[in-house]
């Protein structure tokens, strides 16, 4: 998984005087967890932007002044409710030989034969939960929806690795192309204009099992 570069410094005080200062000179306060004793750091603003603002998924180095690096993965993040600046971020350090547990994108690949027939594409789970050392951590994870017809279905088993665990149940729906809306309401009319028909057969020309009209009600005086 690729990774971004995070330049950062050291907190001595982490006040909230501290942390507003921080903020007033466009820095973000940080804190890296899972090492043996958590990290305060900050950084500007500008270098998350490619980290944060984004699609995709990447890992971080952090390069503190000491020249020390820490490979990290961002954990927790809060915006400002007005303005969306970020205000805080939370980090989870990574370690060569520890699992981590991260969200992948999908990513589709090919055109469904279904939708050029008329179905519709739906796709409920853009990312998908994976468990895996950190070299093997995925960019993203490929979908091919090349051979897809109308009622087809991608489940999550179909998606397993050697090299990660996909955290969620293999029968799980991933993409499905379906019959367009349109389609099965234009069904629906067709098969009741059928019925229709027929009732209006029976009622008007159709002869009774017994072969002549109706007796008429007996009545008794």
């Known amino acids: 998984m690729k990774s971004i570069t995070i330049k950062g410094s050291k ?9 507003k200062a921080l903020r007033n000179a466009g820095k973000v306060p940080c804190v890296l967890y899972g090492g043996e004793n958590p990290i305060h750091f900050s950084a500007d603003e500008l270098s998350f932007r490619n980290l944060v603002y984004t699609p995709n998924v990447y890992t971080a180095t952090i390069e503190l002044e000491s020249g020390e690096k820490l490979n990290a993965i961002l954990q ?9 600046k970020i205000l ?27 939708i050029m027939n008329g179905g519709t594409l739906r796709f409920p789970n853009r990312s ?38 996909i955290l969620h149940p293999d029968d799980m729906v991933v993409v499905q192309v379906r019959m367009a809306r349109a389609a099965i309401v234009d ?20 002869p009774s099992e017994g072969g002549g009209a109706a007796p008429a009600a007996e009545t008794t005086e």
Do not use: C, W
């Open 88 to 114: 805080h971020i939370d980090f989870y350090q990574l370690f060569d030989d520890k699992l981590v547990t991260m969200n992948i994108p999908i990513v589709l690949e090919g055109s469904a034969p279904g």
């Open 187 to 206: 069904e629906v009319e067709e098969e009741e204009g059928e019925e229709g028909e027929e009732g209006e057969a029976t009622a008007e020309g159709a």
């Open 11 to 19: 907190r001595e005080s982490v006040g909230k005087v501290a942390t």
């Open 76 to 84: 927790d993040i809060q915006f400002h409710p007005v303005s969306d």
């Open 128 to 165: 998908l939960r994976v468990r895996a050392i950190p070299a093997n951590l995925p960019d993203f994870i490929k979908v091919d929806i090349s051979e897809l017809t109308i009622g087809d279905k991608v489940f999550t088993e179909e998606l397993k690795s050697d090299v990660f665990d």
